[in-house]
């Protein structure tokens, strides 16, 4: 089992920067890929941003050049600095961490969301 825990969320004017923390139960970063997801009211859930275990990251085309995922694995924590934030990045954002097996087959774990309002 996976435990994530999601801390940083709040509320941030137009324009403004937040980041983002995920914090595992133990050292995971090696064999999980990592990935911030968000979903606004009325939407599916869409991914943000992904990191793997190789350090290969994608961003959504929405947050291209304005976000950044980065991992600590000293710290088993992921982040997601988010800048230069819009009204339409309000979200609740999830962290997940998915195994991809050698077969194609995967596990996911998710974290309980936080929320990320941005508003004047």
């Known amino acids: 089992q996976v435990q994530l825990v999601e801390s940083g969320g709040g509320l941030v004017q137009p324009g403004g920067s937040l980041r983002l923390s995920c914090a595992a139960s133990?050292?995971?970063?090696?064999?999980?890929?990592m990935a911030w997801y968000r979903q606004a009211p009325g939407k599916q859930r869409e991914l943000v941003a992904i990191?793997?275990?190789?350090?290969?990251?994608n961003y959504n085309d929405s947050v291209k050049g304005r976000f950044t995922i980065s991992r600590d694995n000293a710290k088993n924590t992921v982040y997601l600095q988010m800048n230069a934030l819009k009204p339409e990045d309000t979200a609740v954002y999830y962290c997940?961490?998915?195994?991809?097996?050698?077969?194609?087959?995967?596990?996911?774990?998710w974290g309980q969301g936080t929320q990320v309002t941005v508003s004047s």
């Open positions: 997940n961490a998915r195994r991809v097996f050698k077969i194609g087959n995967y596990v996911d774990y």
């Open positions: 133990r050292s995971i970063f090696s064999i999980y890929n």
């Open positions: 990191i793997t275990s190789d350090d290969t990251t």
